[in-house]
């Protein structure tokens, strides 16, 4: 992968976190100009579910129902790139393309809380 010139500048002039922040800034960015397919993400939410239920919060899981698309999209960039960090999050969402983040993304956003 071709690094981008604010992951460079940010190397250059600060820490790895600055790096990896501007990475998932340019990624984030990049993800919310896809044309999302919600119906895609009712299919992938499956695994989604199991955790973070519709009711409430269990165990400090918090309900994802609702959330704006762009936070949903942060959320799951910062964990596919280390900068949250729980270990369940971080092995579901290292098998997600961009597509599959832009799709779950706009499901959960349509979703009642």
Do not use: W
Not at 18 to 43: H, M
Not at 48 to 65: K, L, Y
Not at 68 to 75: E, K, L, M, Q
Not at 79 to 104: F, H, P, S
Request: net charge negative.
């Amino acid at each position: 992968m071709v690094a981008s010139l604010a992951a460079m500048t940010a190397v250059a002039s600060g820490t790895e976190e600055d790096s990896l922040r501007a990475e998932a800034d340019e990624r984030v960015a990049a993800i919310l100009k896809l044309s999302p397919d919600p119906a895609y993400g009712a299919y992938l939410a499956g695994d989604c579910a199991t955790c973070h239920r519709a009711s409430g919060g269990s165990d400090g899981i918090p309900p994802i129902a609702g959330l704006p698309a762009d936070y949903t999209v942060n959320a799951l960039i910062e964990y596919k790139l280390g900068i949250r960090e729980n270990e369940v999050m971080v092995v579901r969402v290292a098998r997600l393309g961009d597509a599959e983040i832009a799709a779950l993304a706009a499901h959960f956003a349509d979703q009642k809380p």
